[in-house]
């Protein structure tokens, strides 16, 4: 089994900062790519970005330059940096893994269960 979980989402006022992380656990061979997205009310979920298990990064153009994805492949854990935040980026935030457990062949997806973000005015 195994199991994505976000934390470190919470109220924040325009400009602040928030460091969200996705911890992996369970029967985890390998990760590949961790990626970050959100769903604002309404809407379909974007993205935010992704770190490579090398440590190669792309990002979405509304955040570049305010969140920076890093990873600790030893932790099995991403992070997503977020400063100068701003209203519009109020969403629910979901981690997403590609990954090879100890118990079947192939890679396999998972996602976390979100968590929010809201940035008061």
């Known amino acids: 089994q195994v199991q994505l979980v976000e934390s470190g989402g919470g109220l924040v006022q325009a400009g602040g900062s928030l460091r969200l992380s996705c911890a992996a656990s369970g029967s985890i061979f390998t990760i590949g790519t961790m990626t970050w997205y959100r769903q604002f009310p309404g809407k379909q979920r974007e993205l935010v970005g992704a770190?490579?298990?090398?440590?190669?990064?792309n990002y979405a153009d509304s955040v570049k330059g305010r969140f920076t994805i890093s990873r600790d492949n030893a932790k099995n854990t991403a992070y997503l940096q977020m400063n100068s935040l701003k209203p519009e980026d109020t969403a629910v935030y979901y981690c997403?893994?590609?990954?090879?457990?100890?118990?079947?062949?192939?890679?396999?997806?998972?996602w976390g269960q979100g968590t929010q973000v809201t940035v008061s005015s």
């Open positions: 770190v490579t298990s090398g440590g190669s990064t």
């Open positions: 997403h893994a590609v990954l090879r457990t100890t118990e079947r062949n192939g890679w396999l997806s998972y």
